[in-house]
Structures are given as C-alpha cells and as structure tokens.
C-alpha cells in the first residue's frame, strides 16, 4: 500500500509543467515499468537553477521527480553524478543513513520501496543523461 506521505510528495506538482525553456532536455522511459520523464534542466555558473518535467509514470516516479526537481538546485553539476551513485548504494542497504541534502527522500529509499527503487531513480538517471555526466 502507498502511504499517504509518498501521495503527498506527489502531489507537490510546482515544477510539472515543461515552459520550453531549456539548457538540456532529455525524455527517458523505464523498460521495466515503462513509466517514462520529461526534464528541461537550465544551468548557469555550474548549477541547476531550475527543473521542470512532465511524466507518464506511477506514483514513485512522480514523487521522485517532485523532490529533485526541488532539491536540484542546490547540488554542484560536479557532484551530481557522484552524489546520485552513492545515493543508489546507500538505498539499497537496510539501515541507510542518507546525505543531509536527501534526507527528505526517506520516505522513498526505504526497505519497503526496493522493488520500485527503478521507478525512484528514473528522474536521477535522466538528469545525469541530459547534463551528460
């Protein structure tokens, strides 16, 4: 059962909505579960200063994309890539401890989410392929 927090989360739809404004833009779609992402990121002086998607998705995918597209902005292009490798080897262990900059992904990268953990990353996988990193 969905839990009424990850409903939330999804329900924070401020940056859903692509304004055709863009630096990158990529669609991914999740062969598994075959939800799929639409990101325009624009980067200035080495940051994300914004993130607008659209999805054909679930609800982890949503809240997932809903988090980062908030969360992004804060994260160094650099670190990035490093940043969402660690964090996907962080969730897959039993008694994570998450990065302060995504601890509010708790409520997603949880033992009880592992099988959705694919729908979860798809937003990470996309931004890494439009920045290219």
Partial sequence: MISEDIIKIASNTSNVGLKNKFSHKISL??????DKITLEIVVNRKKVSSMKYETESRIFCEASASL????????????????FIKL??????KNMKLPKKYSNFKKLLNSDNNNRFKCIFLPFDAVV????L
């Fill in 129 to 132: 392929k439009a920045l290219k």
């Fill in 88 to 93: 996907k080897g962080i969730s897959r262990k």
């Fill in 29 to 34: 779609k999740n062969s598994t579960c075959g």
């Fill in 68 to 83: 980062l597209s908030h969360n992004i902005k804060s994260i160094n292009i650099k670190d990035i890539k490093n940043d």
